[in-house]
């Protein structure tokens, strides 16, 4: 089976912080997505990385940014967080150019800032 | 740009009843189509997936979806809902490296 594991499921930071959100995947997959979910929107995407060191922004990259040093690891960094980045963060993986393949998503970080 | 539209955020079955859940897409190139489930407290799982093979897809814990492009739907069906399907269901199209997921749609099944 496929794993992708987040860090933390749940994390409360203060407005300024840095924040790092790491997961890692198991399954050698060379694409790995960073995902926002907030009620009434579905998930947005913030960044994606299709190989190491390699970063692509998403629809929302605005606050972001990301590292993706080693192929199972891809972080989402908030430089400095924000209120309106309280949201429930998702982490996926899959299998490159092979479009019918399917997101493997880890469990979700909910991240308050306050 | 493609997207999708889920119609109703909350919907509430009783046990046992039909479950429909209605997907409608844009695209202009034939897409590929998913379902999502999410568990509370959980990511996403796969629950189905078109991909230009049957037009009438199955997938896991007794749900199908079937694709109608005539309608650009993909509705989301099972027979006979079950306490355990109350979950937040996702709809989702692809295209040249573009997921797009819908809004969402929260199930309740009463019992």
């Known amino acids: 089976d496929v794993k992708v594991t987040q860090s933390s499921r749940y994390l409360v930071k203060r407005t300024g912080e840095k924040v790092f959100l790491e997961c890692v995947q198991d399954?050698?997959?060379?694409?790995m997505f960073w995902y926002r979910q907030d009620p009434g929107l579905g998930l947005r995407l913030i960044y994606f990385?299709?190989?190491?060191?390699?970063?692509e922004k998403g629809d929302i990259p605005e606050g972001y940014s990301v590292s993706r040093e080693k192929k199972e690891r891809f972080s989402l960094i908030l430089e400095s967080a924000s209120t309106n980045q309280t949201s429930m963060y998702l982490c996926?993986?899959?299998?490159?150019?092979?479009?019918?393949?399917?997101?493997?998503f880890g469990p979700g970080t909910r991240l308050t800032v306050l | 740009a493609q997207s999708v539209t889920q119609l109703g955020s909350h919907v509430s079955v009783s046990e046992g009843a039909l479950v429909l859940l209605r997907c409608n897409y844009s695209s202009s190139v034939p897409p590929y189509l998913f379902w999502y489930v999410q568990y509370p407290n959980q990511g996403l799982q796969l629950l189905l997936k078109?991909?230009?093979?049957?037009?009438l897809v199955k997938g896991i814990n007794g749900f199908e979806a079937e694709f109608k492009k005539s309608e650009t739907s993909f509705h989301l069906t099972k027979p006979s809902a079950h306490m355990s399907d109350a979950a937040e269901y996702f709809c989702a199209v692809y295209n040249n490296n573009d997921m797009r997921f819908g809004a969402g749609t929260r199930l309740t099944v009463k019992p």
């Open positions: 996926a993986s899959s299998r490159p150019r092979l479009v019918t393949d399917t997101q493997y």
């Open positions: 990385s299709y190989d190491v060191k390699m970063k």
């Open positions: 399954m050698d997959h060379e694409n």
């Open positions: 078109y991909t230009s093979a049957a037009t």
